[in-house]
């Protein structure tokens, strides 16, 4: 972002701070749990959990939702294949052995293993105490981003992400492996509309902070409140008009180079940061 009399300001257009990402389209959505083998189809209330750290948080967090476990023939000698397995025999989990073909349809870059896990985290009004975070993808569509986002959300404390039903990228394995873990501990909540979840929110305390390029206030100079619901926009495109103006201020982050913006998650993992700092580091 371009400096003038020692201030910073921001003079084009983008979803956080400036442009559009990169200036490159962005990627095609993927949309709930898509496989090309009927073999490999779920149901519509079960996910594919891939991924070393993702399983290994499954097992330790929902155990008993975990219906069948599929590994690779040759599991034996990939990277901690031989732990997932035995923790996966102990807990009594259904095992499957698989060609690599298989678990390639459900996801090229797994390590060997897959589950099918019942049902997603809940969010739970009782796990949100007295400093809280959440957040609003309005329309996030590629599971990188989304599965970035849930693991920082998921270390910055926060308790929930509500998504929108349509357009935007649900809990796919790209999902899940991105996260690590993450979507273990943060309920990802689709809704038909933001509006009476926000108001909801609203009544409960929260107040709700966009990031844009129209604001005129940093995301450092704001004093948060306890309960922060942040507003993050689609990779292109930014918040909607009717996203914005579900909010009580609009906040941007600073940038030196104008013709560049930040990554969706990048952005959203700063905003975190910050009301994470303040509601458990700033002096009072």
Known sequence: MKQKNSSLQRNSPSRFSKKSESGRPSRSPQYGNRNNSKDATIGKNQRWVVGNHAIIEALKVH???????????GWESLYQQKNIFDKVK????????KAKGFLDQIYSHHQGSALIVEGRPELKQDD??????????????????????????????AHGIFIPEDRAVDLTPTVHKVACGGVEH??????????????????????????????????????????????????????????????DELVFIPQAAAEASYNASVATAMALFEGYRQQNYASS
């Open 63 to 73: 155990p008993k939702k975990i219906s069948r476990a599929f590994f690779q023939q």
């Open 90 to 97: 102990s807990l009594g989990i259904k095992i499957e052995e």
């Open 128 to 157: 949100q105490t007295q400093f809280s975070q959440v957040l609003f993808l309005d329309g996030i569509e590629d599971p990188h981003n989304l599965g970035a986002i849930c693991r920082t959300a998921w270390l910055m404390g």
């Open 186 to 247: 943060v309920p990802i909540i689709p809704e038909t509309q933001f509006k009476s979840r926000v108001e909801s929110l609203k009544e409960q305390g929260y107040w709700v902070y966009g990031l844009s390029h129209k604001a005129t206030k940093s995301v450092f100079d704001c004093k948060y409140p306890q309960k922060i619901a942040w507003m993050i926009g689609s990779e292109d495109k930014g918040l909607r008009t009717t996203s914005e103006k579900l909010c």
